[in-house]
């Protein structure tokens, strides 16, 4: 067939399998995977569907699937080694030691290998929307990356579990996906798509919509969404579906009429969504579909006088039915579609108790003073200084010139001046790793980018176990072609966010993990009891996560508001050398307190930790060192 590439990779996608029940396939992830498949039309992968308990029925598990997929049954027993460690889905050569694992990372691997084996099919490579980034931030900082792996499957798992005796509770999760269906959709070309729909609007007359109402129907509207040539179609719709169709989107033969271009950006009318994420289809709604289809199946059947609650979730499910191909995947993977009834748009006020999420915000305090003096003031009143312990051997350096070359920064795109100072951050981080690593150690590093700390601890540690986790693909394929040159067999590389993560390891080192990152390697380590090494960086992207609450210590949670630590962080940031001496003193004072305070929640789970200041100071903006031993 034209435009179908042969011979690629051969790939082993693993899947849990717990068990079936009417048509759906547990956990929701591995349907979820499915249902991308037979939508991709993609057979370069091999199924094996891995076993979480003895007693499955296989037959009965086989008559649920399309004959389309090839699936092999094995246990967790005869997962590569290297998966074992991992939750899945996983996806990789089976004899290889570089894995993908996690529902995001493997979903968006598997649209990029479909559209290699076959270029034409462009509308798959869509599904990873405006700069192919839909679903790529972890779950942690993404709140559709987290509504999608986490939050809505397990709280379907859960309705559904509970709905087998019982009158089930509707998930908070759901109600939260609602109100975000109801919400102005924003797009690259926000303000272009507004004026346009304004001009129609005036066009046939309707009176353009105030930002703050909802429209009266967009149930009636999106019933009519077959009809793509109806004049009456919203603008929404039509860029939507052109969009699928391969067509152009709507375009405007002149320049908008004087009144359209002089409007007011507050007088605009606001964008609907069409699909989850706004206007366009993407990987976001194939998650979400068989996770929403199950819901509403238990709905209609139990709860049907619940049913009005969620217009605009039955109008997306409704209408993601015309999307090409999505029927037969889904036919494929055992799902029959129901017929719902029209129904009307909730008013503003049915939404109010979700309008705000618990713990964003604190109440204003009176006498709060901004600025970091007065926030480091306080500290210093109760006794907490920034105060670094001292650097274990400050002139220890490894000997780059005796070193293959594959191993140095310098072999990289960096500039020499770059690519010394990050000779000097490896050296701080080298120096304390490998005098805690003992023979047999597990070493993971965490966001570990292009492989630089990784490759160099495989080398200098060859009776350890090295592995690399980062979640950006093209920058693990760099650590690995490096990883082959020097030909290092005692490390693996992982593309997974670090909570997909679960095996056990000995220390964790992370060098300039972004913001929270820092708090989730730290975190991951504790749970291990495991040793940390972390160099922390971008201080001001900082803020409380649906895990994470700042200030994190007793002690200055007793002594600081959630808004003085955020000014710590703020001003953390400001250690970049054009800064004025003064300043950039005030910001590393502050990098101190912070990550002292993360010391301290350290110190409160049995650790010994010290903050250092790594040597030469000049090697980074970023130069502490959070070093933490559990006791």
């Given at each position: 067939?034209?435009g179908v590439?042969?011979n690629l990779?051969?790939?082993y996608?693993?899947?849990?399998?717990?068990?079936q029940?009417?048509?759906?396939?547990?956990p929701l992830?591995?349907?979820?995977?499915?249902?991308?498949?037979?939508?991709?039309?993609?057979?370069?992968f091999?199924?094996?569907l891995?076993?979480?308990?003895?007693s499955?029925?296989?037959?009965?598990l086989?008559?649920?699937?399309s004959?389309?997929?090839?699936i092999?049954?094995?246990?967790?027993q005869?997962?590569?080694?290297?998966?074992?460690?991992?939750?899945?889905?996983?996806?990789?050569?089976?004899?290889?030691?570089?894995?993908?694992?996690?529902?995001?990372?493997?979903l968006r691997h598997?649209?990029?290998r479909?559209?290699?084996?076959?270029p034409s099919?462009?509308?798959?490579?869509e599904?990873?929307?405006?700069?192919?980034?839909?679903l790529?931030?972890?779950?942690?900082?993404?709140?559709?990356?987290?509504?999608?792996e986490?939050?809505i499957?397990?709280?379907?798992?859960?309705?559904?579990?509970?709905s087998y005796n019982?009158?089930?509770a509707?998930?908070?999760?759901?109600?939260q996906l609602e109100k975000?269906l109801s919400?102005?959709v924003?797009?690259?070309?926000?303000d272009?798509l507004?004026r346009?729909?304004?001009?129609q609007?005036?066009?046939?007359?309707?009176?353009p919509?105030?930002?703050?109402?909802?429209?009266k129907?967009?149930?009636?509207?999106?019933?009519t969404s077959?009809?793509?040539?109806s004049?009456s179609?919203?603008?929404?719709?039509?860029?939507a579906?052109?969009?699928?169709?391969?067509?152009?989107?709507?375009a405007?033969?002149?320049?908008?009429?004087?009144h359209?271009r002089k409007?007011?950006t507050?007088?605009?009318?606001?964008?609907?969504?069409?699909?989850?994420?706004?206007?366009?289809?993407?990987?976001?709604?194939i998650v979400?579909?068989?996770?929403?289809?199950?819901?509403?199946?238990?709905?209609?059947?139990k709860?049907s006088?619940?049913?009005?609650?969620?217009?605009l979730?039955?109008?997306?499910y409704?209408?993601?039915?015309?999307?090409?191909?999505?029927?037969a995947?889904a036919?494929?993977?055992?799902?029959?579609?129901?017929?719902?009834?029209?129904?009307?748009?909730?008013s503003?006020e049915?939404?109010?108790?979700?309008?705000?999420?618990?713990?964003?915000?604190e109440?204003?305090?009176?006498s709060?003073?901004?600025g970091?003096r007065p926030?480091?003031?306080?500290?210093?009143?109760?006794?907490?200084?920034?105060m670094?312990?001292?650097?274990?051997?400050?002139s220890?350096?490894?000997?780059?010139?005796?070193?293959?070359?594959?191993?140095?920064?310098?072999?990289g795109k960096?500039?020499?001046?770059?690519?010394?100072r990050?000779?000097q951050?490896?050296?701080?981080?080298?120096?304390?790793?490998t005098?805690?690593?003992k023979?047999?150690?597990?070493?993971?590093?965490?966001?570990s980018?292009?492989?630089?700390?990784?490759?160099?601890l495989?080398?200098?540690?060859?009776?350890?176990?090295?592995?690399?986790?980062?979640?950006?693909?093209?920058?693990l394929?760099?650590?690995?072609?490096r990883?082959?040159?020097?030909?290092?067999?005692?490390?693996?590389?992982?593309q997974?966010?670090?909570?997909y993560?679960?095996?056990?390891?000995?220390i964790?080192?992370?060098l300039?993990?972004?913001?929270?990152?820092t708090?989730?390697?730290?975190e991951?380590?504790i749970?291990?009891r495991?040793?940390?090494?972390?160099c922390?960086?971008?201080?001001?992207?900082?803020?409380?996560?649906s895990?994470?609450?700042?200030?994190?210590?007793?002690?200055f949670?007793?002594?600081?508001?959630y808004?003085?630590?955020?000014?710590?962080?703020?001003f953390?940031?400001q250690?970049?050398v054009?800064?004025?001496p003064?300043?950039?003193?005030i910001g590393?004072q502050?990098?101190?307190l912070?990550?002292?305070d993360?010391?301290g929640?350290?110190?409160e789970?049995?650790?010994?930790?010290?903050v250092?200041?790594?040597?030469?100071?000049?090697c980074?903006?970023?130069?502490?060192?959070i070093?933490?031993?559990?006791?």
């Amino acid at each position: 067939m034209k435009g179908v590439k042969k011979n690629l990779t051969e790939e082993y996608l693993y899947l849990d399998f717990s068990h079936q029940t009417e048509g759906c396939i547990f956990p929701l992830h591995t349907s979820v995977t499915l249902f991308l498949l037979s939508y991709c039309d993609c057979k370069i992968f091999k199924v094996c569907l891995v076993l979480t308990r003895e007693s499955i029925d296989i037959p009965l598990l086989k008559d649920v699937l399309s004959s389309n997929f090839e699936i092999q049954i094995i246990s967790r027993q005869d997962l590569p080694p290297i998966v074992q460690n991992c939750c899945l889905p996983a996806v990789g050569e089976r004899s290889d030691n570089f894995f993908r694992a996690g529902l995001a990372v493997v979903l968006r691997h598997i649209i990029q290998r479909s559209y290699e084996a076959d270029p034409s099919k462009k509308e798959i490579l869509e599904l990873l929307g405006f700069k192919k980034t839909c679903l790529k931030a972890c779950a942690e900082v993404s709140q559709w990356t987290r509504l999608c792996e986490l939050t809505i499957p397990l709280a379907i798992e859960n309705f559904l579990r509970e709905s087998y005796n019982q009158h089930p509770a509707i998930p908070a999760e759901i109600l939260q996906l609602e109100k975000k269906l109801s919400e102005p959709v924003r797009v690259h070309n926000d303000d272009k798509l507004r004026r346009q729909k304004l001009k129609q609007q005036k066009a046939t007359g309707a009176a353009p919509s105030d930002a703050k109402e909802k429209t009266k129907s967009k149930a009636h509207r999106q019933e009519t969404s077959g009809e793509l040539d109806s004049p009456s179609q919203s603008l929404e719709l039509k860029v939507a579906f052109s969009k699928l169709t391969v067509q152009e989107e709507p375009a405007t033969y002149n320049r908008e009429p004087s009144h359209i271009r002089k409007a007011k950006t507050s007088d605009l009318p606001p964008l609907e969504h069409v699909f989850a994420e706004g206007l366009y289809f993407t990987l976001t709604d194939i998650v979400l579909l068989p996770c929403i289809h199950h819901f509403l199946l238990i709905i209609s059947k139990k709860l049907s006088e619940k049913l009005v609650e969620f217009p605009l979730l039955s109008a997306w499910y409704q209408r993601i039915q015309e999307v090409p191909r999505v029927k037969a995947a889904a036919s494929q993977c055992g799902i029959c579609f129901l017929h719902l009834p029209e129904l009307l748009s909730p008013s503003n006020e049915q939404h109010l108790n979700f309008n705000e999420a618990p713990g964003v915000e604190e109440e204003n305090d009176p006498s709060f003073i901004g600025g970091p003096r007065p926030t480091m003031t306080k500290l210093m009143d109760k006794g907490i200084e920034a105060m670094f312990s001292p650097h274990p051997c400050p002139s220890w350096t490894l000997d780059w010139n005796s070193l293959p070359a594959a191993m140095s920064p310098k072999e990289g795109k960096m500039s020499h001046d770059r690519a010394l100072r990050k000779q000097q951050q490896l050296n701080n981080l080298v120096y304390v790793v490998t005098n805690q690593a003992k023979p047999g150690d597990r070493i993971v590093d965490f966001c570990s980018g292009g492989g630089h700390v990784g490759i160099v601890l495989a080398h200098m540690l060859p009776s350890c176990q090295v592995i690399l986790i980062e979640n950006k693909e093209l920058s693990l394929i760099r650590a690995k072609k490096r990883s082959d040159e020097l030909g290092l067999s005692n490390i693996w590389f992982i593309q997974a966010n670090m909570e997909y993560f679960t095996g056990k390891f000995n220390i964790g080192v992370a060098l300039h993990a972004c913001g929270v990152a820092t708090d989730m390697v730290i975190e991951h380590c504790i749970q291990t009891r495991a040793s940390f090494v972390t160099c922390p960086c971008c201080y001001g992207f900082i803020q409380n996560t649906s895990k994470f609450h700042f200030p994190k210590s007793g002690q200055f949670k007793k002594t600081l508001s959630y808004k003085e630590h955020m000014i710590l962080c703020r001003f953390a940031d400001q250690t970049a050398v054009q800064l004025p001496p003064q300043r950039r003193l005030i910001g590393k004072q502050c990098m101190c307190l912070v990550d002292l305070d993360r010391a301290g929640a350290a110190e409160e789970h049995g650790y010994c930790v010290q903050v250092i200041s790594m040597e030469p100071e000049s090697c980074s903006p970023k130069n502490n060192m959070i070093v933490g031993v559990p006791t």
